[in-house]
C-alpha cells in the first residue's frame, strides 16, 4: 500500500473545489435548517438556478462574465421567492416537498431538449467562463506549491491554484457573513423561529417574513456555490445538479455541527476527505488484492465507499449526536422536550 | 438545576411558615373602583373598555366553539376568563389575539380596530400573550429569550444586523431583561438554555419575557397551570405588580382561589357563550354559572363547593348521605 499517496490524496480532497462547492451550499443549509428550521432538501435547485442563472446569461445571450453572476445571485433570489412565497406560512414540512420537487423540476426544465439552444439541454453549456482564468494573475500553467516532508503531494497548477484561492474566499467571506448575522438580533430572531414560530409571533415578530429572509439569504449561498462549480468547471450539466447534491450538503452540514457558524467548512472538509480515503485504501486493496475479485471489484469501489460515508454518520449520530462543533447539552434538551 | 432556584426556594420557605412568609408584597391596585356602577350581567359597558370583542364567532366543522355578542374588558384591571373544560376560553384567547381567525366579527384593542391584523402586528401594538403549554425557547439561553421580546430592535432588520448600528440599542435591551429577571428572582439563571428549567421557572420566564414586550394587555392562558402552590403565591404577586404599573391582564384560570385572590372582574364562558360577568366575591353565586359548572340539577352543598367555602368534612359526609337517601327515595 501506498500510505503517502493515501495522504496526499486524502489532504488535496479536503482542500478541493468540490470541498468548497459543498461548503458553500451546506453553508446556506446551515442557515436554513440549523438556525431557522427550514427544512430545504432541494438546495440543489438553488445551486442549479445560480449555475445556470450564469451560463444562460453569458454563453447563450453573451453577458460579460460579471453580469452573469449577477444574474445568478438574482435567479436564487428569485427562487427562494417563489418557492417561499406558498409555503411558508404552512408547517415545515410542506417547504421540505415542495423544495425536493422543485430541484428535480429544475433539472428536469433544463436538460429538455426543447430548450436545447438557450440551455444546452443534456449536454449543458461549456466554455462560458475563459474569463475566470484571465483574471487569474498566476501563470495557469506553473506548478505551485511543493512537496510536504518530500512526501505528500501539495503542488497545484496555477490555474487550480486560483479556483481554490476564490474558493476559499468566498469561504471565508460567507463565515464572515454568517458569523455577524447569526451573532445579531435578526440571528436571534432566526433561533426563536426554530424554537418555536408561535412564541415568535406572541412576541411580535414577522415571521414569515424572516423566514423569507432566511430562504433568500441560504438561497443565495447556494447559488455562489453552484455557480462557482459552473466557473471551476468552465461549464454547467443539467445530471451534476441531481438530488444527492442536497444530501450530501446536509451531511456535511450534520457532520460539522448545526446551527455553528464553522459547522459546514469543517464538514465538509471531513466528507470529502473521508471519501478520498475510503477509495484510495479499497483501490488499492482491490488493486494488491488484499481484497479478493469476488467480493468486490474496483468499478464497486465507488459505491462502497459512500456505504462507508453512511456507516461514518451513524457512528458520529450515535457517539457524537451534535456534529463536531455541537453543544451536547441542546441535543439533551431536544430529547426531554 | 441551580440549588436556589425559586421554585424550590419559595417552597421551602412556604413550608417553613406558611403563606405569611412568602415574598408577596402588596401592591396598589388601580382599579379598586373601576368597576363601581358596572352592571354584572354578560357584555355589560365598562369605563375604558382597552378591548372590544363584538359578535366574534368561531366554529369547528359542525361545533361552536366561540359565540361572544359583545365583551368589554376594563384598562388597568385583572380580569378573569373562566369556564368549565372545553368552554372555548382558549379559542377565544386565540382570537383575539389574531392566533386564529373568527367567522366573523370585530375586535377592538386600544381604540383600533384589529380584526384582520396579524398576530406579531397585534403583539407589537401591545397585545402580548402567553400559552397554556409554556412555549420557551428551549435552546436559547434565558436572557436571549428575554432579549427577544424587546420591541421595535433595528438590529433585528437583515442589513443593519449585518453592521454594528444596533450595539447600543442591544445593551439597553440587555440591561432591561436583567432588570426584569432580577425582579423575578432569575438572574442567576441568565445564561442557562431556557429548555432546562423546570416547568415552574418556565412559567416565571414566561412572564417576565411578556414584560419584556412593553405590552398594555396582556393574556396569560392557564398561567398556574402545573405551577406548585407557593410559586403560585409569587406569580399573583408579579400579577399584581403588573395592574400597579398600569397594565390590563386578562387570564384564564382554573383555580377558584386564584381567581377570587387577584381579579377585579370575572368573565364565565360555557359552551362558547359569555354566561356571567361580575365581580369575582359575587360570580360564585351566579345561577348560571353554578349551573355550568354542575349541571341545572345539584345540591346546596355543591354550590358551596364553588362559591369556595369548603364544607367541613362530616358535613360533606353528610350531604354524600342526603343526596343518597333522596335518591333512594
Request: hydrophobic share 45%; proline share 4%.
Given at each position: 500500500m501506498d500510505w503517502w499517496a493515501i495522504i496526499s490524496n486524502t489532504l488535496r480532497a479536503g482542500i478541493s473545489a468540490s470541498a468548497i462547492i459543498y461548503a458553500l451550499a451546506a453553508i446556506g443549509l446551515n442557515l436554513h435548517f440549523g438556525y431557522t428550521g427550514l427544512l430545504n432538501f432541494g438546495q440543489v435547485g438553488f445551486m442549479a438556478a445560480g449555475a445556470y442563472g450564469l451560463g444562460i446569461t453569458t454563453y447563450t445571450y453573451g453577458w460579460p462574465l460579471w453580469a452573469g453572476i449577477l444574474a445568478g445571485l438574482a435567479a436564487g433570489v428569485v427562487l427562494a421567492l417563489l418557492l417561499g412565497?406558498?409555503?411558508?406560512?404552512?408547517?415545515a414540512d410542506y417547504l421540505a416537498i415542495v423544495t425536493i420537487a422543485a430541484g428535480e423540476i429544475i433539472r428536469i426544465i433544463v436538460r429538455a431538449a426543447v430548450l436545447r439552444d438557450v440551455t444546452g439541454g443534456s449536454n449543458g453549456l461549456n466554455g462560458f467562463a475563459n474569463d475566470f482564468q484571465e483574471w487569474?494573475?498566476?501563470?495557469?500553467s506553473q506548478q505551485y506549491g511543493g512537496q510536504l516532508f518530500g512526501k505528500v503531494n501539495l503542488e497545484y497548477t496555477g490555474a487550480d491554484l486560483w479556483e481554490l484561492i476564490v474558493g476559499a474566499a468566498l469561504v471565508a467571506l460567507s463565515v464572515f457573513v454568517m458569523w455577524l448575522l447569526v451573532n445579531s438580533p435578526w440571528g436571534r430572531v432566526l433561533k426563536s423561529i426554530r424554537e418555536d414560530e408561535d412564541a415568535a409571533r406572541a412576541l411580535g415578530k414577522n415571521v414569515f417574513r424572516f423566514k423569507m429572509q432566511s430562504l433568500i439569504l441560504g438561497g443565495t449561498f447556494g447559488a455562489v456555490a453552484g455557480m462557482f462549480f459552473a466557473v471551476s468547471n468552465n461549464s454547467v450539466q443539467p445530471?451534476?445538479?441531481?438530488?444527492p447534491v442536497t444530501f450530501f450538503a446536509l451531511t456535511a452540514a450534520i457532520m460539522g455541527g448545526?446551527?455553528?457558524?464553522?459547522g459546514p467548512v469543517v464538514g465538509s472538509a471531513i466528507f470529502w476527505m473521508i471519501l478520498a480515503f475510503t477509495d484510495n485504501i479499497l483501490r488499492q486493496s482491490v488493486g494488491e488484492g488484499y481484497i479478493p475479485a469476488s467480493i468486490m471489484d474496483s468499478v464497486q469501489v465507488g459505491q462502497v465507499r459512500f456505504m462507508l460515508v453512511g456507516l461514518l454518520l451513524v457512528l458520529l449520530m450515535v457517539f457524537r449526536p451534535q456534529g463536531i462543533f455541537g453543544d451536547k447539552r441542546e441535543i439533551a434538551i431536544d430529547a426531554r422536550k | 438545576m441551580p440549588a436556589s432556584d425559586p421554585d424550590t426556594e419559595f417552597g421551602r420557605t412556604a413550608g417553613r411558615g406558611g403563606a405569611a412568609a412568602l415574598r408577596v408584597e402588596a401592591w396598589d391596585n388601580p382599579a379598586d373602583h373601576a368597576f363601581d356602577g358596572v352592571e354584572p350581567r354578560p357584555g355589560s359597558a365598562k369605563p375604558d373598555p382597552i378591548l372590544i370583542a363584538d359578535g366574534v364567532e368561531r366554529t369547528f366543522g359542525g361545533i361552536r366553539a366561540v359565540s361572544v355578542d359583545h365583551l368589554e374588558v376594563q384598562r388597568g384591571a385583572i380580569t378573569a376568563l373562566i369556564g368549565p373544560n372545553g368552554a372555548g376560553k382558549t379559542t377565544f384567547f386565540n382570537l383575539l389575539t389574531a392566533f386564529d381567525r373568527p367567522d366573523h366579527g370585530n375586535v377592538v384593542f386600544d381604540g383600533q380596530p384589529a380584526s384582520g391584523q396579524p398576530s406579531y402586528a397585534l403583539a407589537s401594538k401591545g397585545m402580548v400573550r402567553t400559552f397554556q403549554l409554556t412555549k420557551v425557547l428551549?435552546?436559547?439561553s434565558v436572557l436571549d429569550n428575554m432579549m427577544l421580546a424587546a420591541q421595535a430592535q433595528t438590529g433585528e432588520s437583515m442589513w443593519r444586523g449585518l453592521l454594528h448600528g444596533w450595539r447600543g440599542q442591544e445593551s439597553d435591551v440587555r440591561a432591561r431583561a436583567l432588570d426584569v429577571l432580577e425582579r423575578f428572582n432569575m438572574v442567576h439563571m441568565q445564561a442557562e438554555f431556557a429548555g432546562a428549567l423546570s416547568g415552574g421557572q418556565r412559567k416565571l420566564l414566561e412572564m417576565a419575557r411578556s414584560m419584556m414586550a412593553d405590552p398594555k394587555l396582556i393574556m396569560l392562558d392557564e398561567p398556574m397551570a402545573g405551577v406548585n402552590p407557593a410559586l403560585t403565591q409569587s406569580l399573583l404577586g408579579h400579577v399584581k405588580r403588573l395592574r400597579s404599573e398600569g397594565i390590563t391582564v386578562m387570564f384564564v384560570e382554573h383555580d377558584m382561589d386564584v381567581v377570587r385572590d387577584i381579579s377585579d372582574w370575572v368573565v364565565v364562558m360555557a359552551e362558547g357563550l359569555i354566561i356571567a360577568e361580575g365581580p369575582s366575591d359575587a360570580i360564585g353565586s351566579n345561577q348560571a354559572v353554578v349551573d355550568a359548572y354542575l349541571g341545572s340539577s345539584h345540591s346546596a352543598l355543591t354550590e358551596e363547593i364553588i362559591l369556595g367555602q369548603v364544607p367541613d368534612p362530616d358535613e360533606l359526609a353528610d350531604g354524600v348521605r342526603e343526596s343518597r337517601e333522596g335518591g333512594d327515595g
Amino acid at each position: 500500500m501506498d500510505w503517502w499517496a493515501i495522504i496526499s490524496n486524502t489532504l488535496r480532497a479536503g482542500i478541493s473545489a468540490s470541498a468548497i462547492i459543498y461548503a458553500l451550499a451546506a453553508i446556506g443549509l446551515n442557515l436554513h435548517f440549523g438556525y431557522t428550521g427550514l427544512l430545504n432538501f432541494g438546495q440543489v435547485g438553488f445551486m442549479a438556478a445560480g449555475a445556470y442563472g450564469l451560463g444562460i446569461t453569458t454563453y447563450t445571450y453573451g453577458w460579460p462574465l460579471w453580469a452573469g453572476i449577477l444574474a445568478g445571485l438574482a435567479a436564487g433570489v428569485v427562487l427562494a421567492l417563489l418557492l417561499g412565497a406558498p409555503t411558508l406560512r404552512l408547517r415545515a414540512d410542506y417547504l421540505a416537498i415542495v423544495t425536493i420537487a422543485a430541484g428535480e423540476i429544475i433539472r428536469i426544465i433544463v436538460r429538455a431538449a426543447v430548450l436545447r439552444d438557450v440551455t444546452g439541454g443534456s449536454n449543458g453549456l461549456n466554455g462560458f467562463a475563459n474569463d475566470f482564468q484571465e483574471w487569474n494573475p498566476l501563470n495557469p500553467s506553473q506548478q505551485y506549491g511543493g512537496q510536504l516532508f518530500g512526501k505528500v503531494n501539495l503542488e497545484y497548477t496555477g490555474a487550480d491554484l486560483w479556483e481554490l484561492i476564490v474558493g476559499a474566499a468566498l469561504v471565508a467571506l460567507s463565515v464572515f457573513v454568517m458569523w455577524l448575522l447569526v451573532n445579531s438580533p435578526w440571528g436571534r430572531v432566526l433561533k426563536s423561529i426554530r424554537e418555536d414560530e408561535d412564541a415568535a409571533r406572541a412576541l411580535g415578530k414577522n415571521v414569515f417574513r424572516f423566514k423569507m429572509q432566511s430562504l433568500i439569504l441560504g438561497g443565495t449561498f447556494g447559488a455562489v456555490a453552484g455557480m462557482f462549480f459552473a466557473v471551476s468547471n468552465n461549464s454547467v450539466q443539467p445530471d451534476n445538479y441531481s438530488t444527492p447534491v442536497t444530501f450530501f450538503a446536509l451531511t456535511a452540514a450534520i457532520m460539522g455541527g448545526l446551527g455553528r457558524v464553522l459547522g459546514p467548512v469543517v464538514g465538509s472538509a471531513i466528507f470529502w476527505m473521508i471519501l478520498a480515503f475510503t477509495d484510495n485504501i479499497l483501490r488499492q486493496s482491490v488493486g494488491e488484492g488484499y481484497i479478493p475479485a469476488s467480493i468486490m471489484d474496483s468499478v464497486q469501489v465507488g459505491q462502497v465507499r459512500f456505504m462507508l460515508v453512511g456507516l461514518l454518520l451513524v457512528l458520529l449520530m450515535v457517539f457524537r449526536p451534535q456534529g463536531i462543533f455541537g453543544d451536547k447539552r441542546e441535543i439533551a434538551i431536544d430529547a426531554r422536550k | 438545576m441551580p440549588a436556589s432556584d425559586p421554585d424550590t426556594e419559595f417552597g421551602r420557605t412556604a413550608g417553613r411558615g406558611g403563606a405569611a412568609a412568602l415574598r408577596v408584597e402588596a401592591w396598589d391596585n388601580p382599579a379598586d373602583h373601576a368597576f363601581d356602577g358596572v352592571e354584572p350581567r354578560p357584555g355589560s359597558a365598562k369605563p375604558d373598555p382597552i378591548l372590544i370583542a363584538d359578535g366574534v364567532e368561531r366554529t369547528f366543522g359542525g361545533i361552536r366553539a366561540v359565540s361572544v355578542d359583545h365583551l368589554e374588558v376594563q384598562r388597568g384591571a385583572i380580569t378573569a376568563l373562566i369556564g368549565p373544560n372545553g368552554a372555548g376560553k382558549t379559542t377565544f384567547f386565540n382570537l383575539l389575539t389574531a392566533f386564529d381567525r373568527p367567522d366573523h366579527g370585530n375586535v377592538v384593542f386600544d381604540g383600533q380596530p384589529a380584526s384582520g391584523q396579524p398576530s406579531y402586528a397585534l403583539a407589537s401594538k401591545g397585545m402580548v400573550r402567553t400559552f397554556q403549554l409554556t412555549k420557551v425557547l428551549a435552546k436559547m439561553s434565558v436572557l436571549d429569550n428575554m432579549m427577544l421580546a424587546a420591541q421595535a430592535q433595528t438590529g433585528e432588520s437583515m442589513w443593519r444586523g449585518l453592521l454594528h448600528g444596533w450595539r447600543g440599542q442591544e445593551s439597553d435591551v440587555r440591561a432591561r431583561a436583567l432588570d426584569v429577571l432580577e425582579r423575578f428572582n432569575m438572574v442567576h439563571m441568565q445564561a442557562e438554555f431556557a429548555g432546562a428549567l423546570s416547568g415552574g421557572q418556565r412559567k416565571l420566564l414566561e412572564m417576565a419575557r411578556s414584560m419584556m414586550a412593553d405590552p398594555k394587555l396582556i393574556m396569560l392562558d392557564e398561567p398556574m397551570a402545573g405551577v406548585n402552590p407557593a410559586l403560585t403565591q409569587s406569580l399573583l404577586g408579579h400579577v399584581k405588580r403588573l395592574r400597579s404599573e398600569g397594565i390590563t391582564v386578562m387570564f384564564v384560570e382554573h383555580d377558584m382561589d386564584v381567581v377570587r385572590d387577584i381579579s377585579d372582574w370575572v368573565v364565565v364562558m360555557a359552551e362558547g357563550l359569555i354566561i356571567a360577568e361580575g365581580p369575582s366575591d359575587a360570580i360564585g353565586s351566579n345561577q348560571a354559572v353554578v349551573d355550568a359548572y354542575l349541571g341545572s340539577s345539584h345540591s346546596a352543598l355543591t354550590e358551596e363547593i364553588i362559591l369556595g367555602q369548603v364544607p367541613d368534612p362530616d358535613e360533606l359526609a353528610d350531604g354524600v348521605r342526603e343526596s343518597r337517601e333522596g335518591g333512594d327515595g
